[in-house]
């Protein structure tokens, strides 16, 4: 795996690459790699002939300087970890090589999509993600760029830069499951920083998603809302930020089942100050009826 660390090598790198007709996947990431990201690498090898990965803790998307501060950073465990998933290329630039001095952030509008959940508590957190994600589509111009479903919101953040304002570089924007642990916890940087005891209670943040899924269109919403809420502020770490049943498309809450067909439940949740964020796809009226449930 070779590692880059400037823009101008990783544009000739990748410009040589694509002689020949080569595709290439992209995953971008901040580090503190677990199985989830593996996960997207292993996708990209399977579906291109070379694969480039970022390691960068994004400055500009981080509402909270203290979560900035702490978030975790592993990076020669990570370097191991993708060169034994067969990364091509690993890109690692310094803030100043992303950001230098006199940068402007781009005006991008995405409309409601970027104000609800993640939108409305880490306002201007969207704004950033784009502002990388941006800037990395540019320098990569790959084929497939590969995103977790894990980030529900920043997904269909992604997909209206990429259809919106960056369909020049001919991206297809893939999404991947989110990779759990086994006690159903959905994997991320930030569950290192989990004390013993705020580990066990996380699980609880799963669960409760896993119990909407499982009374999806047989209880009413609100009766399910409130359940949740009970569960989670009956442990003592856990603080309820949101859990909203969207809609994939729009992400606009509904409080009736008939509302979508296709919707998605989300939750952010704080673990003494560590937030979490998780989600599930819920099943559809129509898989209800044909599978016989
Ligand atoms: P991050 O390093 O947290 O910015 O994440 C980099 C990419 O990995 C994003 O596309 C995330 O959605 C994805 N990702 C993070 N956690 C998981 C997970 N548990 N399962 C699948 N993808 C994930």
């Not at 989830?36 to 399977?46: A, D, P, R, V, Y």
């Not at 694969?51 to 500009?60: R, W």
């Not at 479903?149 to 960056?166: E, G, H, P, S, T």
Request: glycine fraction near 6%; charge should be positive; proline fraction near 4%.
């Amino acid at each position: 795996m070779q590692i880059i660390t400037t823009k101008i090598e990783l544009q000739q790198t990748v410009s040589e690459f694509k002689k020949n007709g080569k595709s290439i996947g992209f995953v971008p990431t901040m580090g503190a790699l677990h199985e989830g990201h593996i996960s997207l690498i292993n996708c990209s090898t399977k579906g291109n002939d070379y694969t480039v990965s970022s390691l960068f803790v994004n400055p500009t998307q981080f509402n909270n300087p203290e979560d900035l501060k702490k978030y975790p950073r592993t990076f020669e465990q990570d370097k191991k970890m993708l060169e034994a998933a067969k990364c091509d290329i690993l890109f690692m630039p310094e803030i100043s090589e992303m950001y230098p001095e006199g940068d402007k952030k781009p005006f991008y509008d995405f409309g409601e999509i970027a104000t609800v959940m993640e939108g409305r508590f880490r306002p201007g957190h969207f704004d950033g993600v784009a502002q990388i994600v941006g800037k990395l589509f540019e320098l990569v111009r790959p084929t497939k760029a590969y995103f977790g479903q894990k980030d529900f919101q920043q997904l269909a953040i992604v997909n209206m830069l990429n259809d919106k304002y960056l369909s020049h570089l001919k991206i297809e924007v893939v999404p991947c499951k989110i990779i759990r642990e086994k006690d159903g916890l959905a994997m991320s940087s930030r569950n290192l920083r989990l004390t013993k005891d705020q580990r066990k209670s996380a699980t609880i943040i799963s669960q409760t998603l896993f119990e909407i899924e499982k009374e999806t269109r047989r209880k009413r919403i609100d009766e399910l809302i409130k359940q949740a809420q009970e569960k989670i502020s009956s442990d003592k770490n856990l603080k309820l930020e949101y859990l909203e049943i969207v809609d994939n498309k729009s992400l606009k809450s509904v409080s009736d089942w008939n509302e979508s067909k296709n919707l998605t439940a989300c939750i952010a949740v704080y673990n003494g100050t560590i937030r979490l964020i998780d989600n599930i796809n819920l099943p559809s009226s129509d898989y209800l009826r044909y599978s016989g449930k």
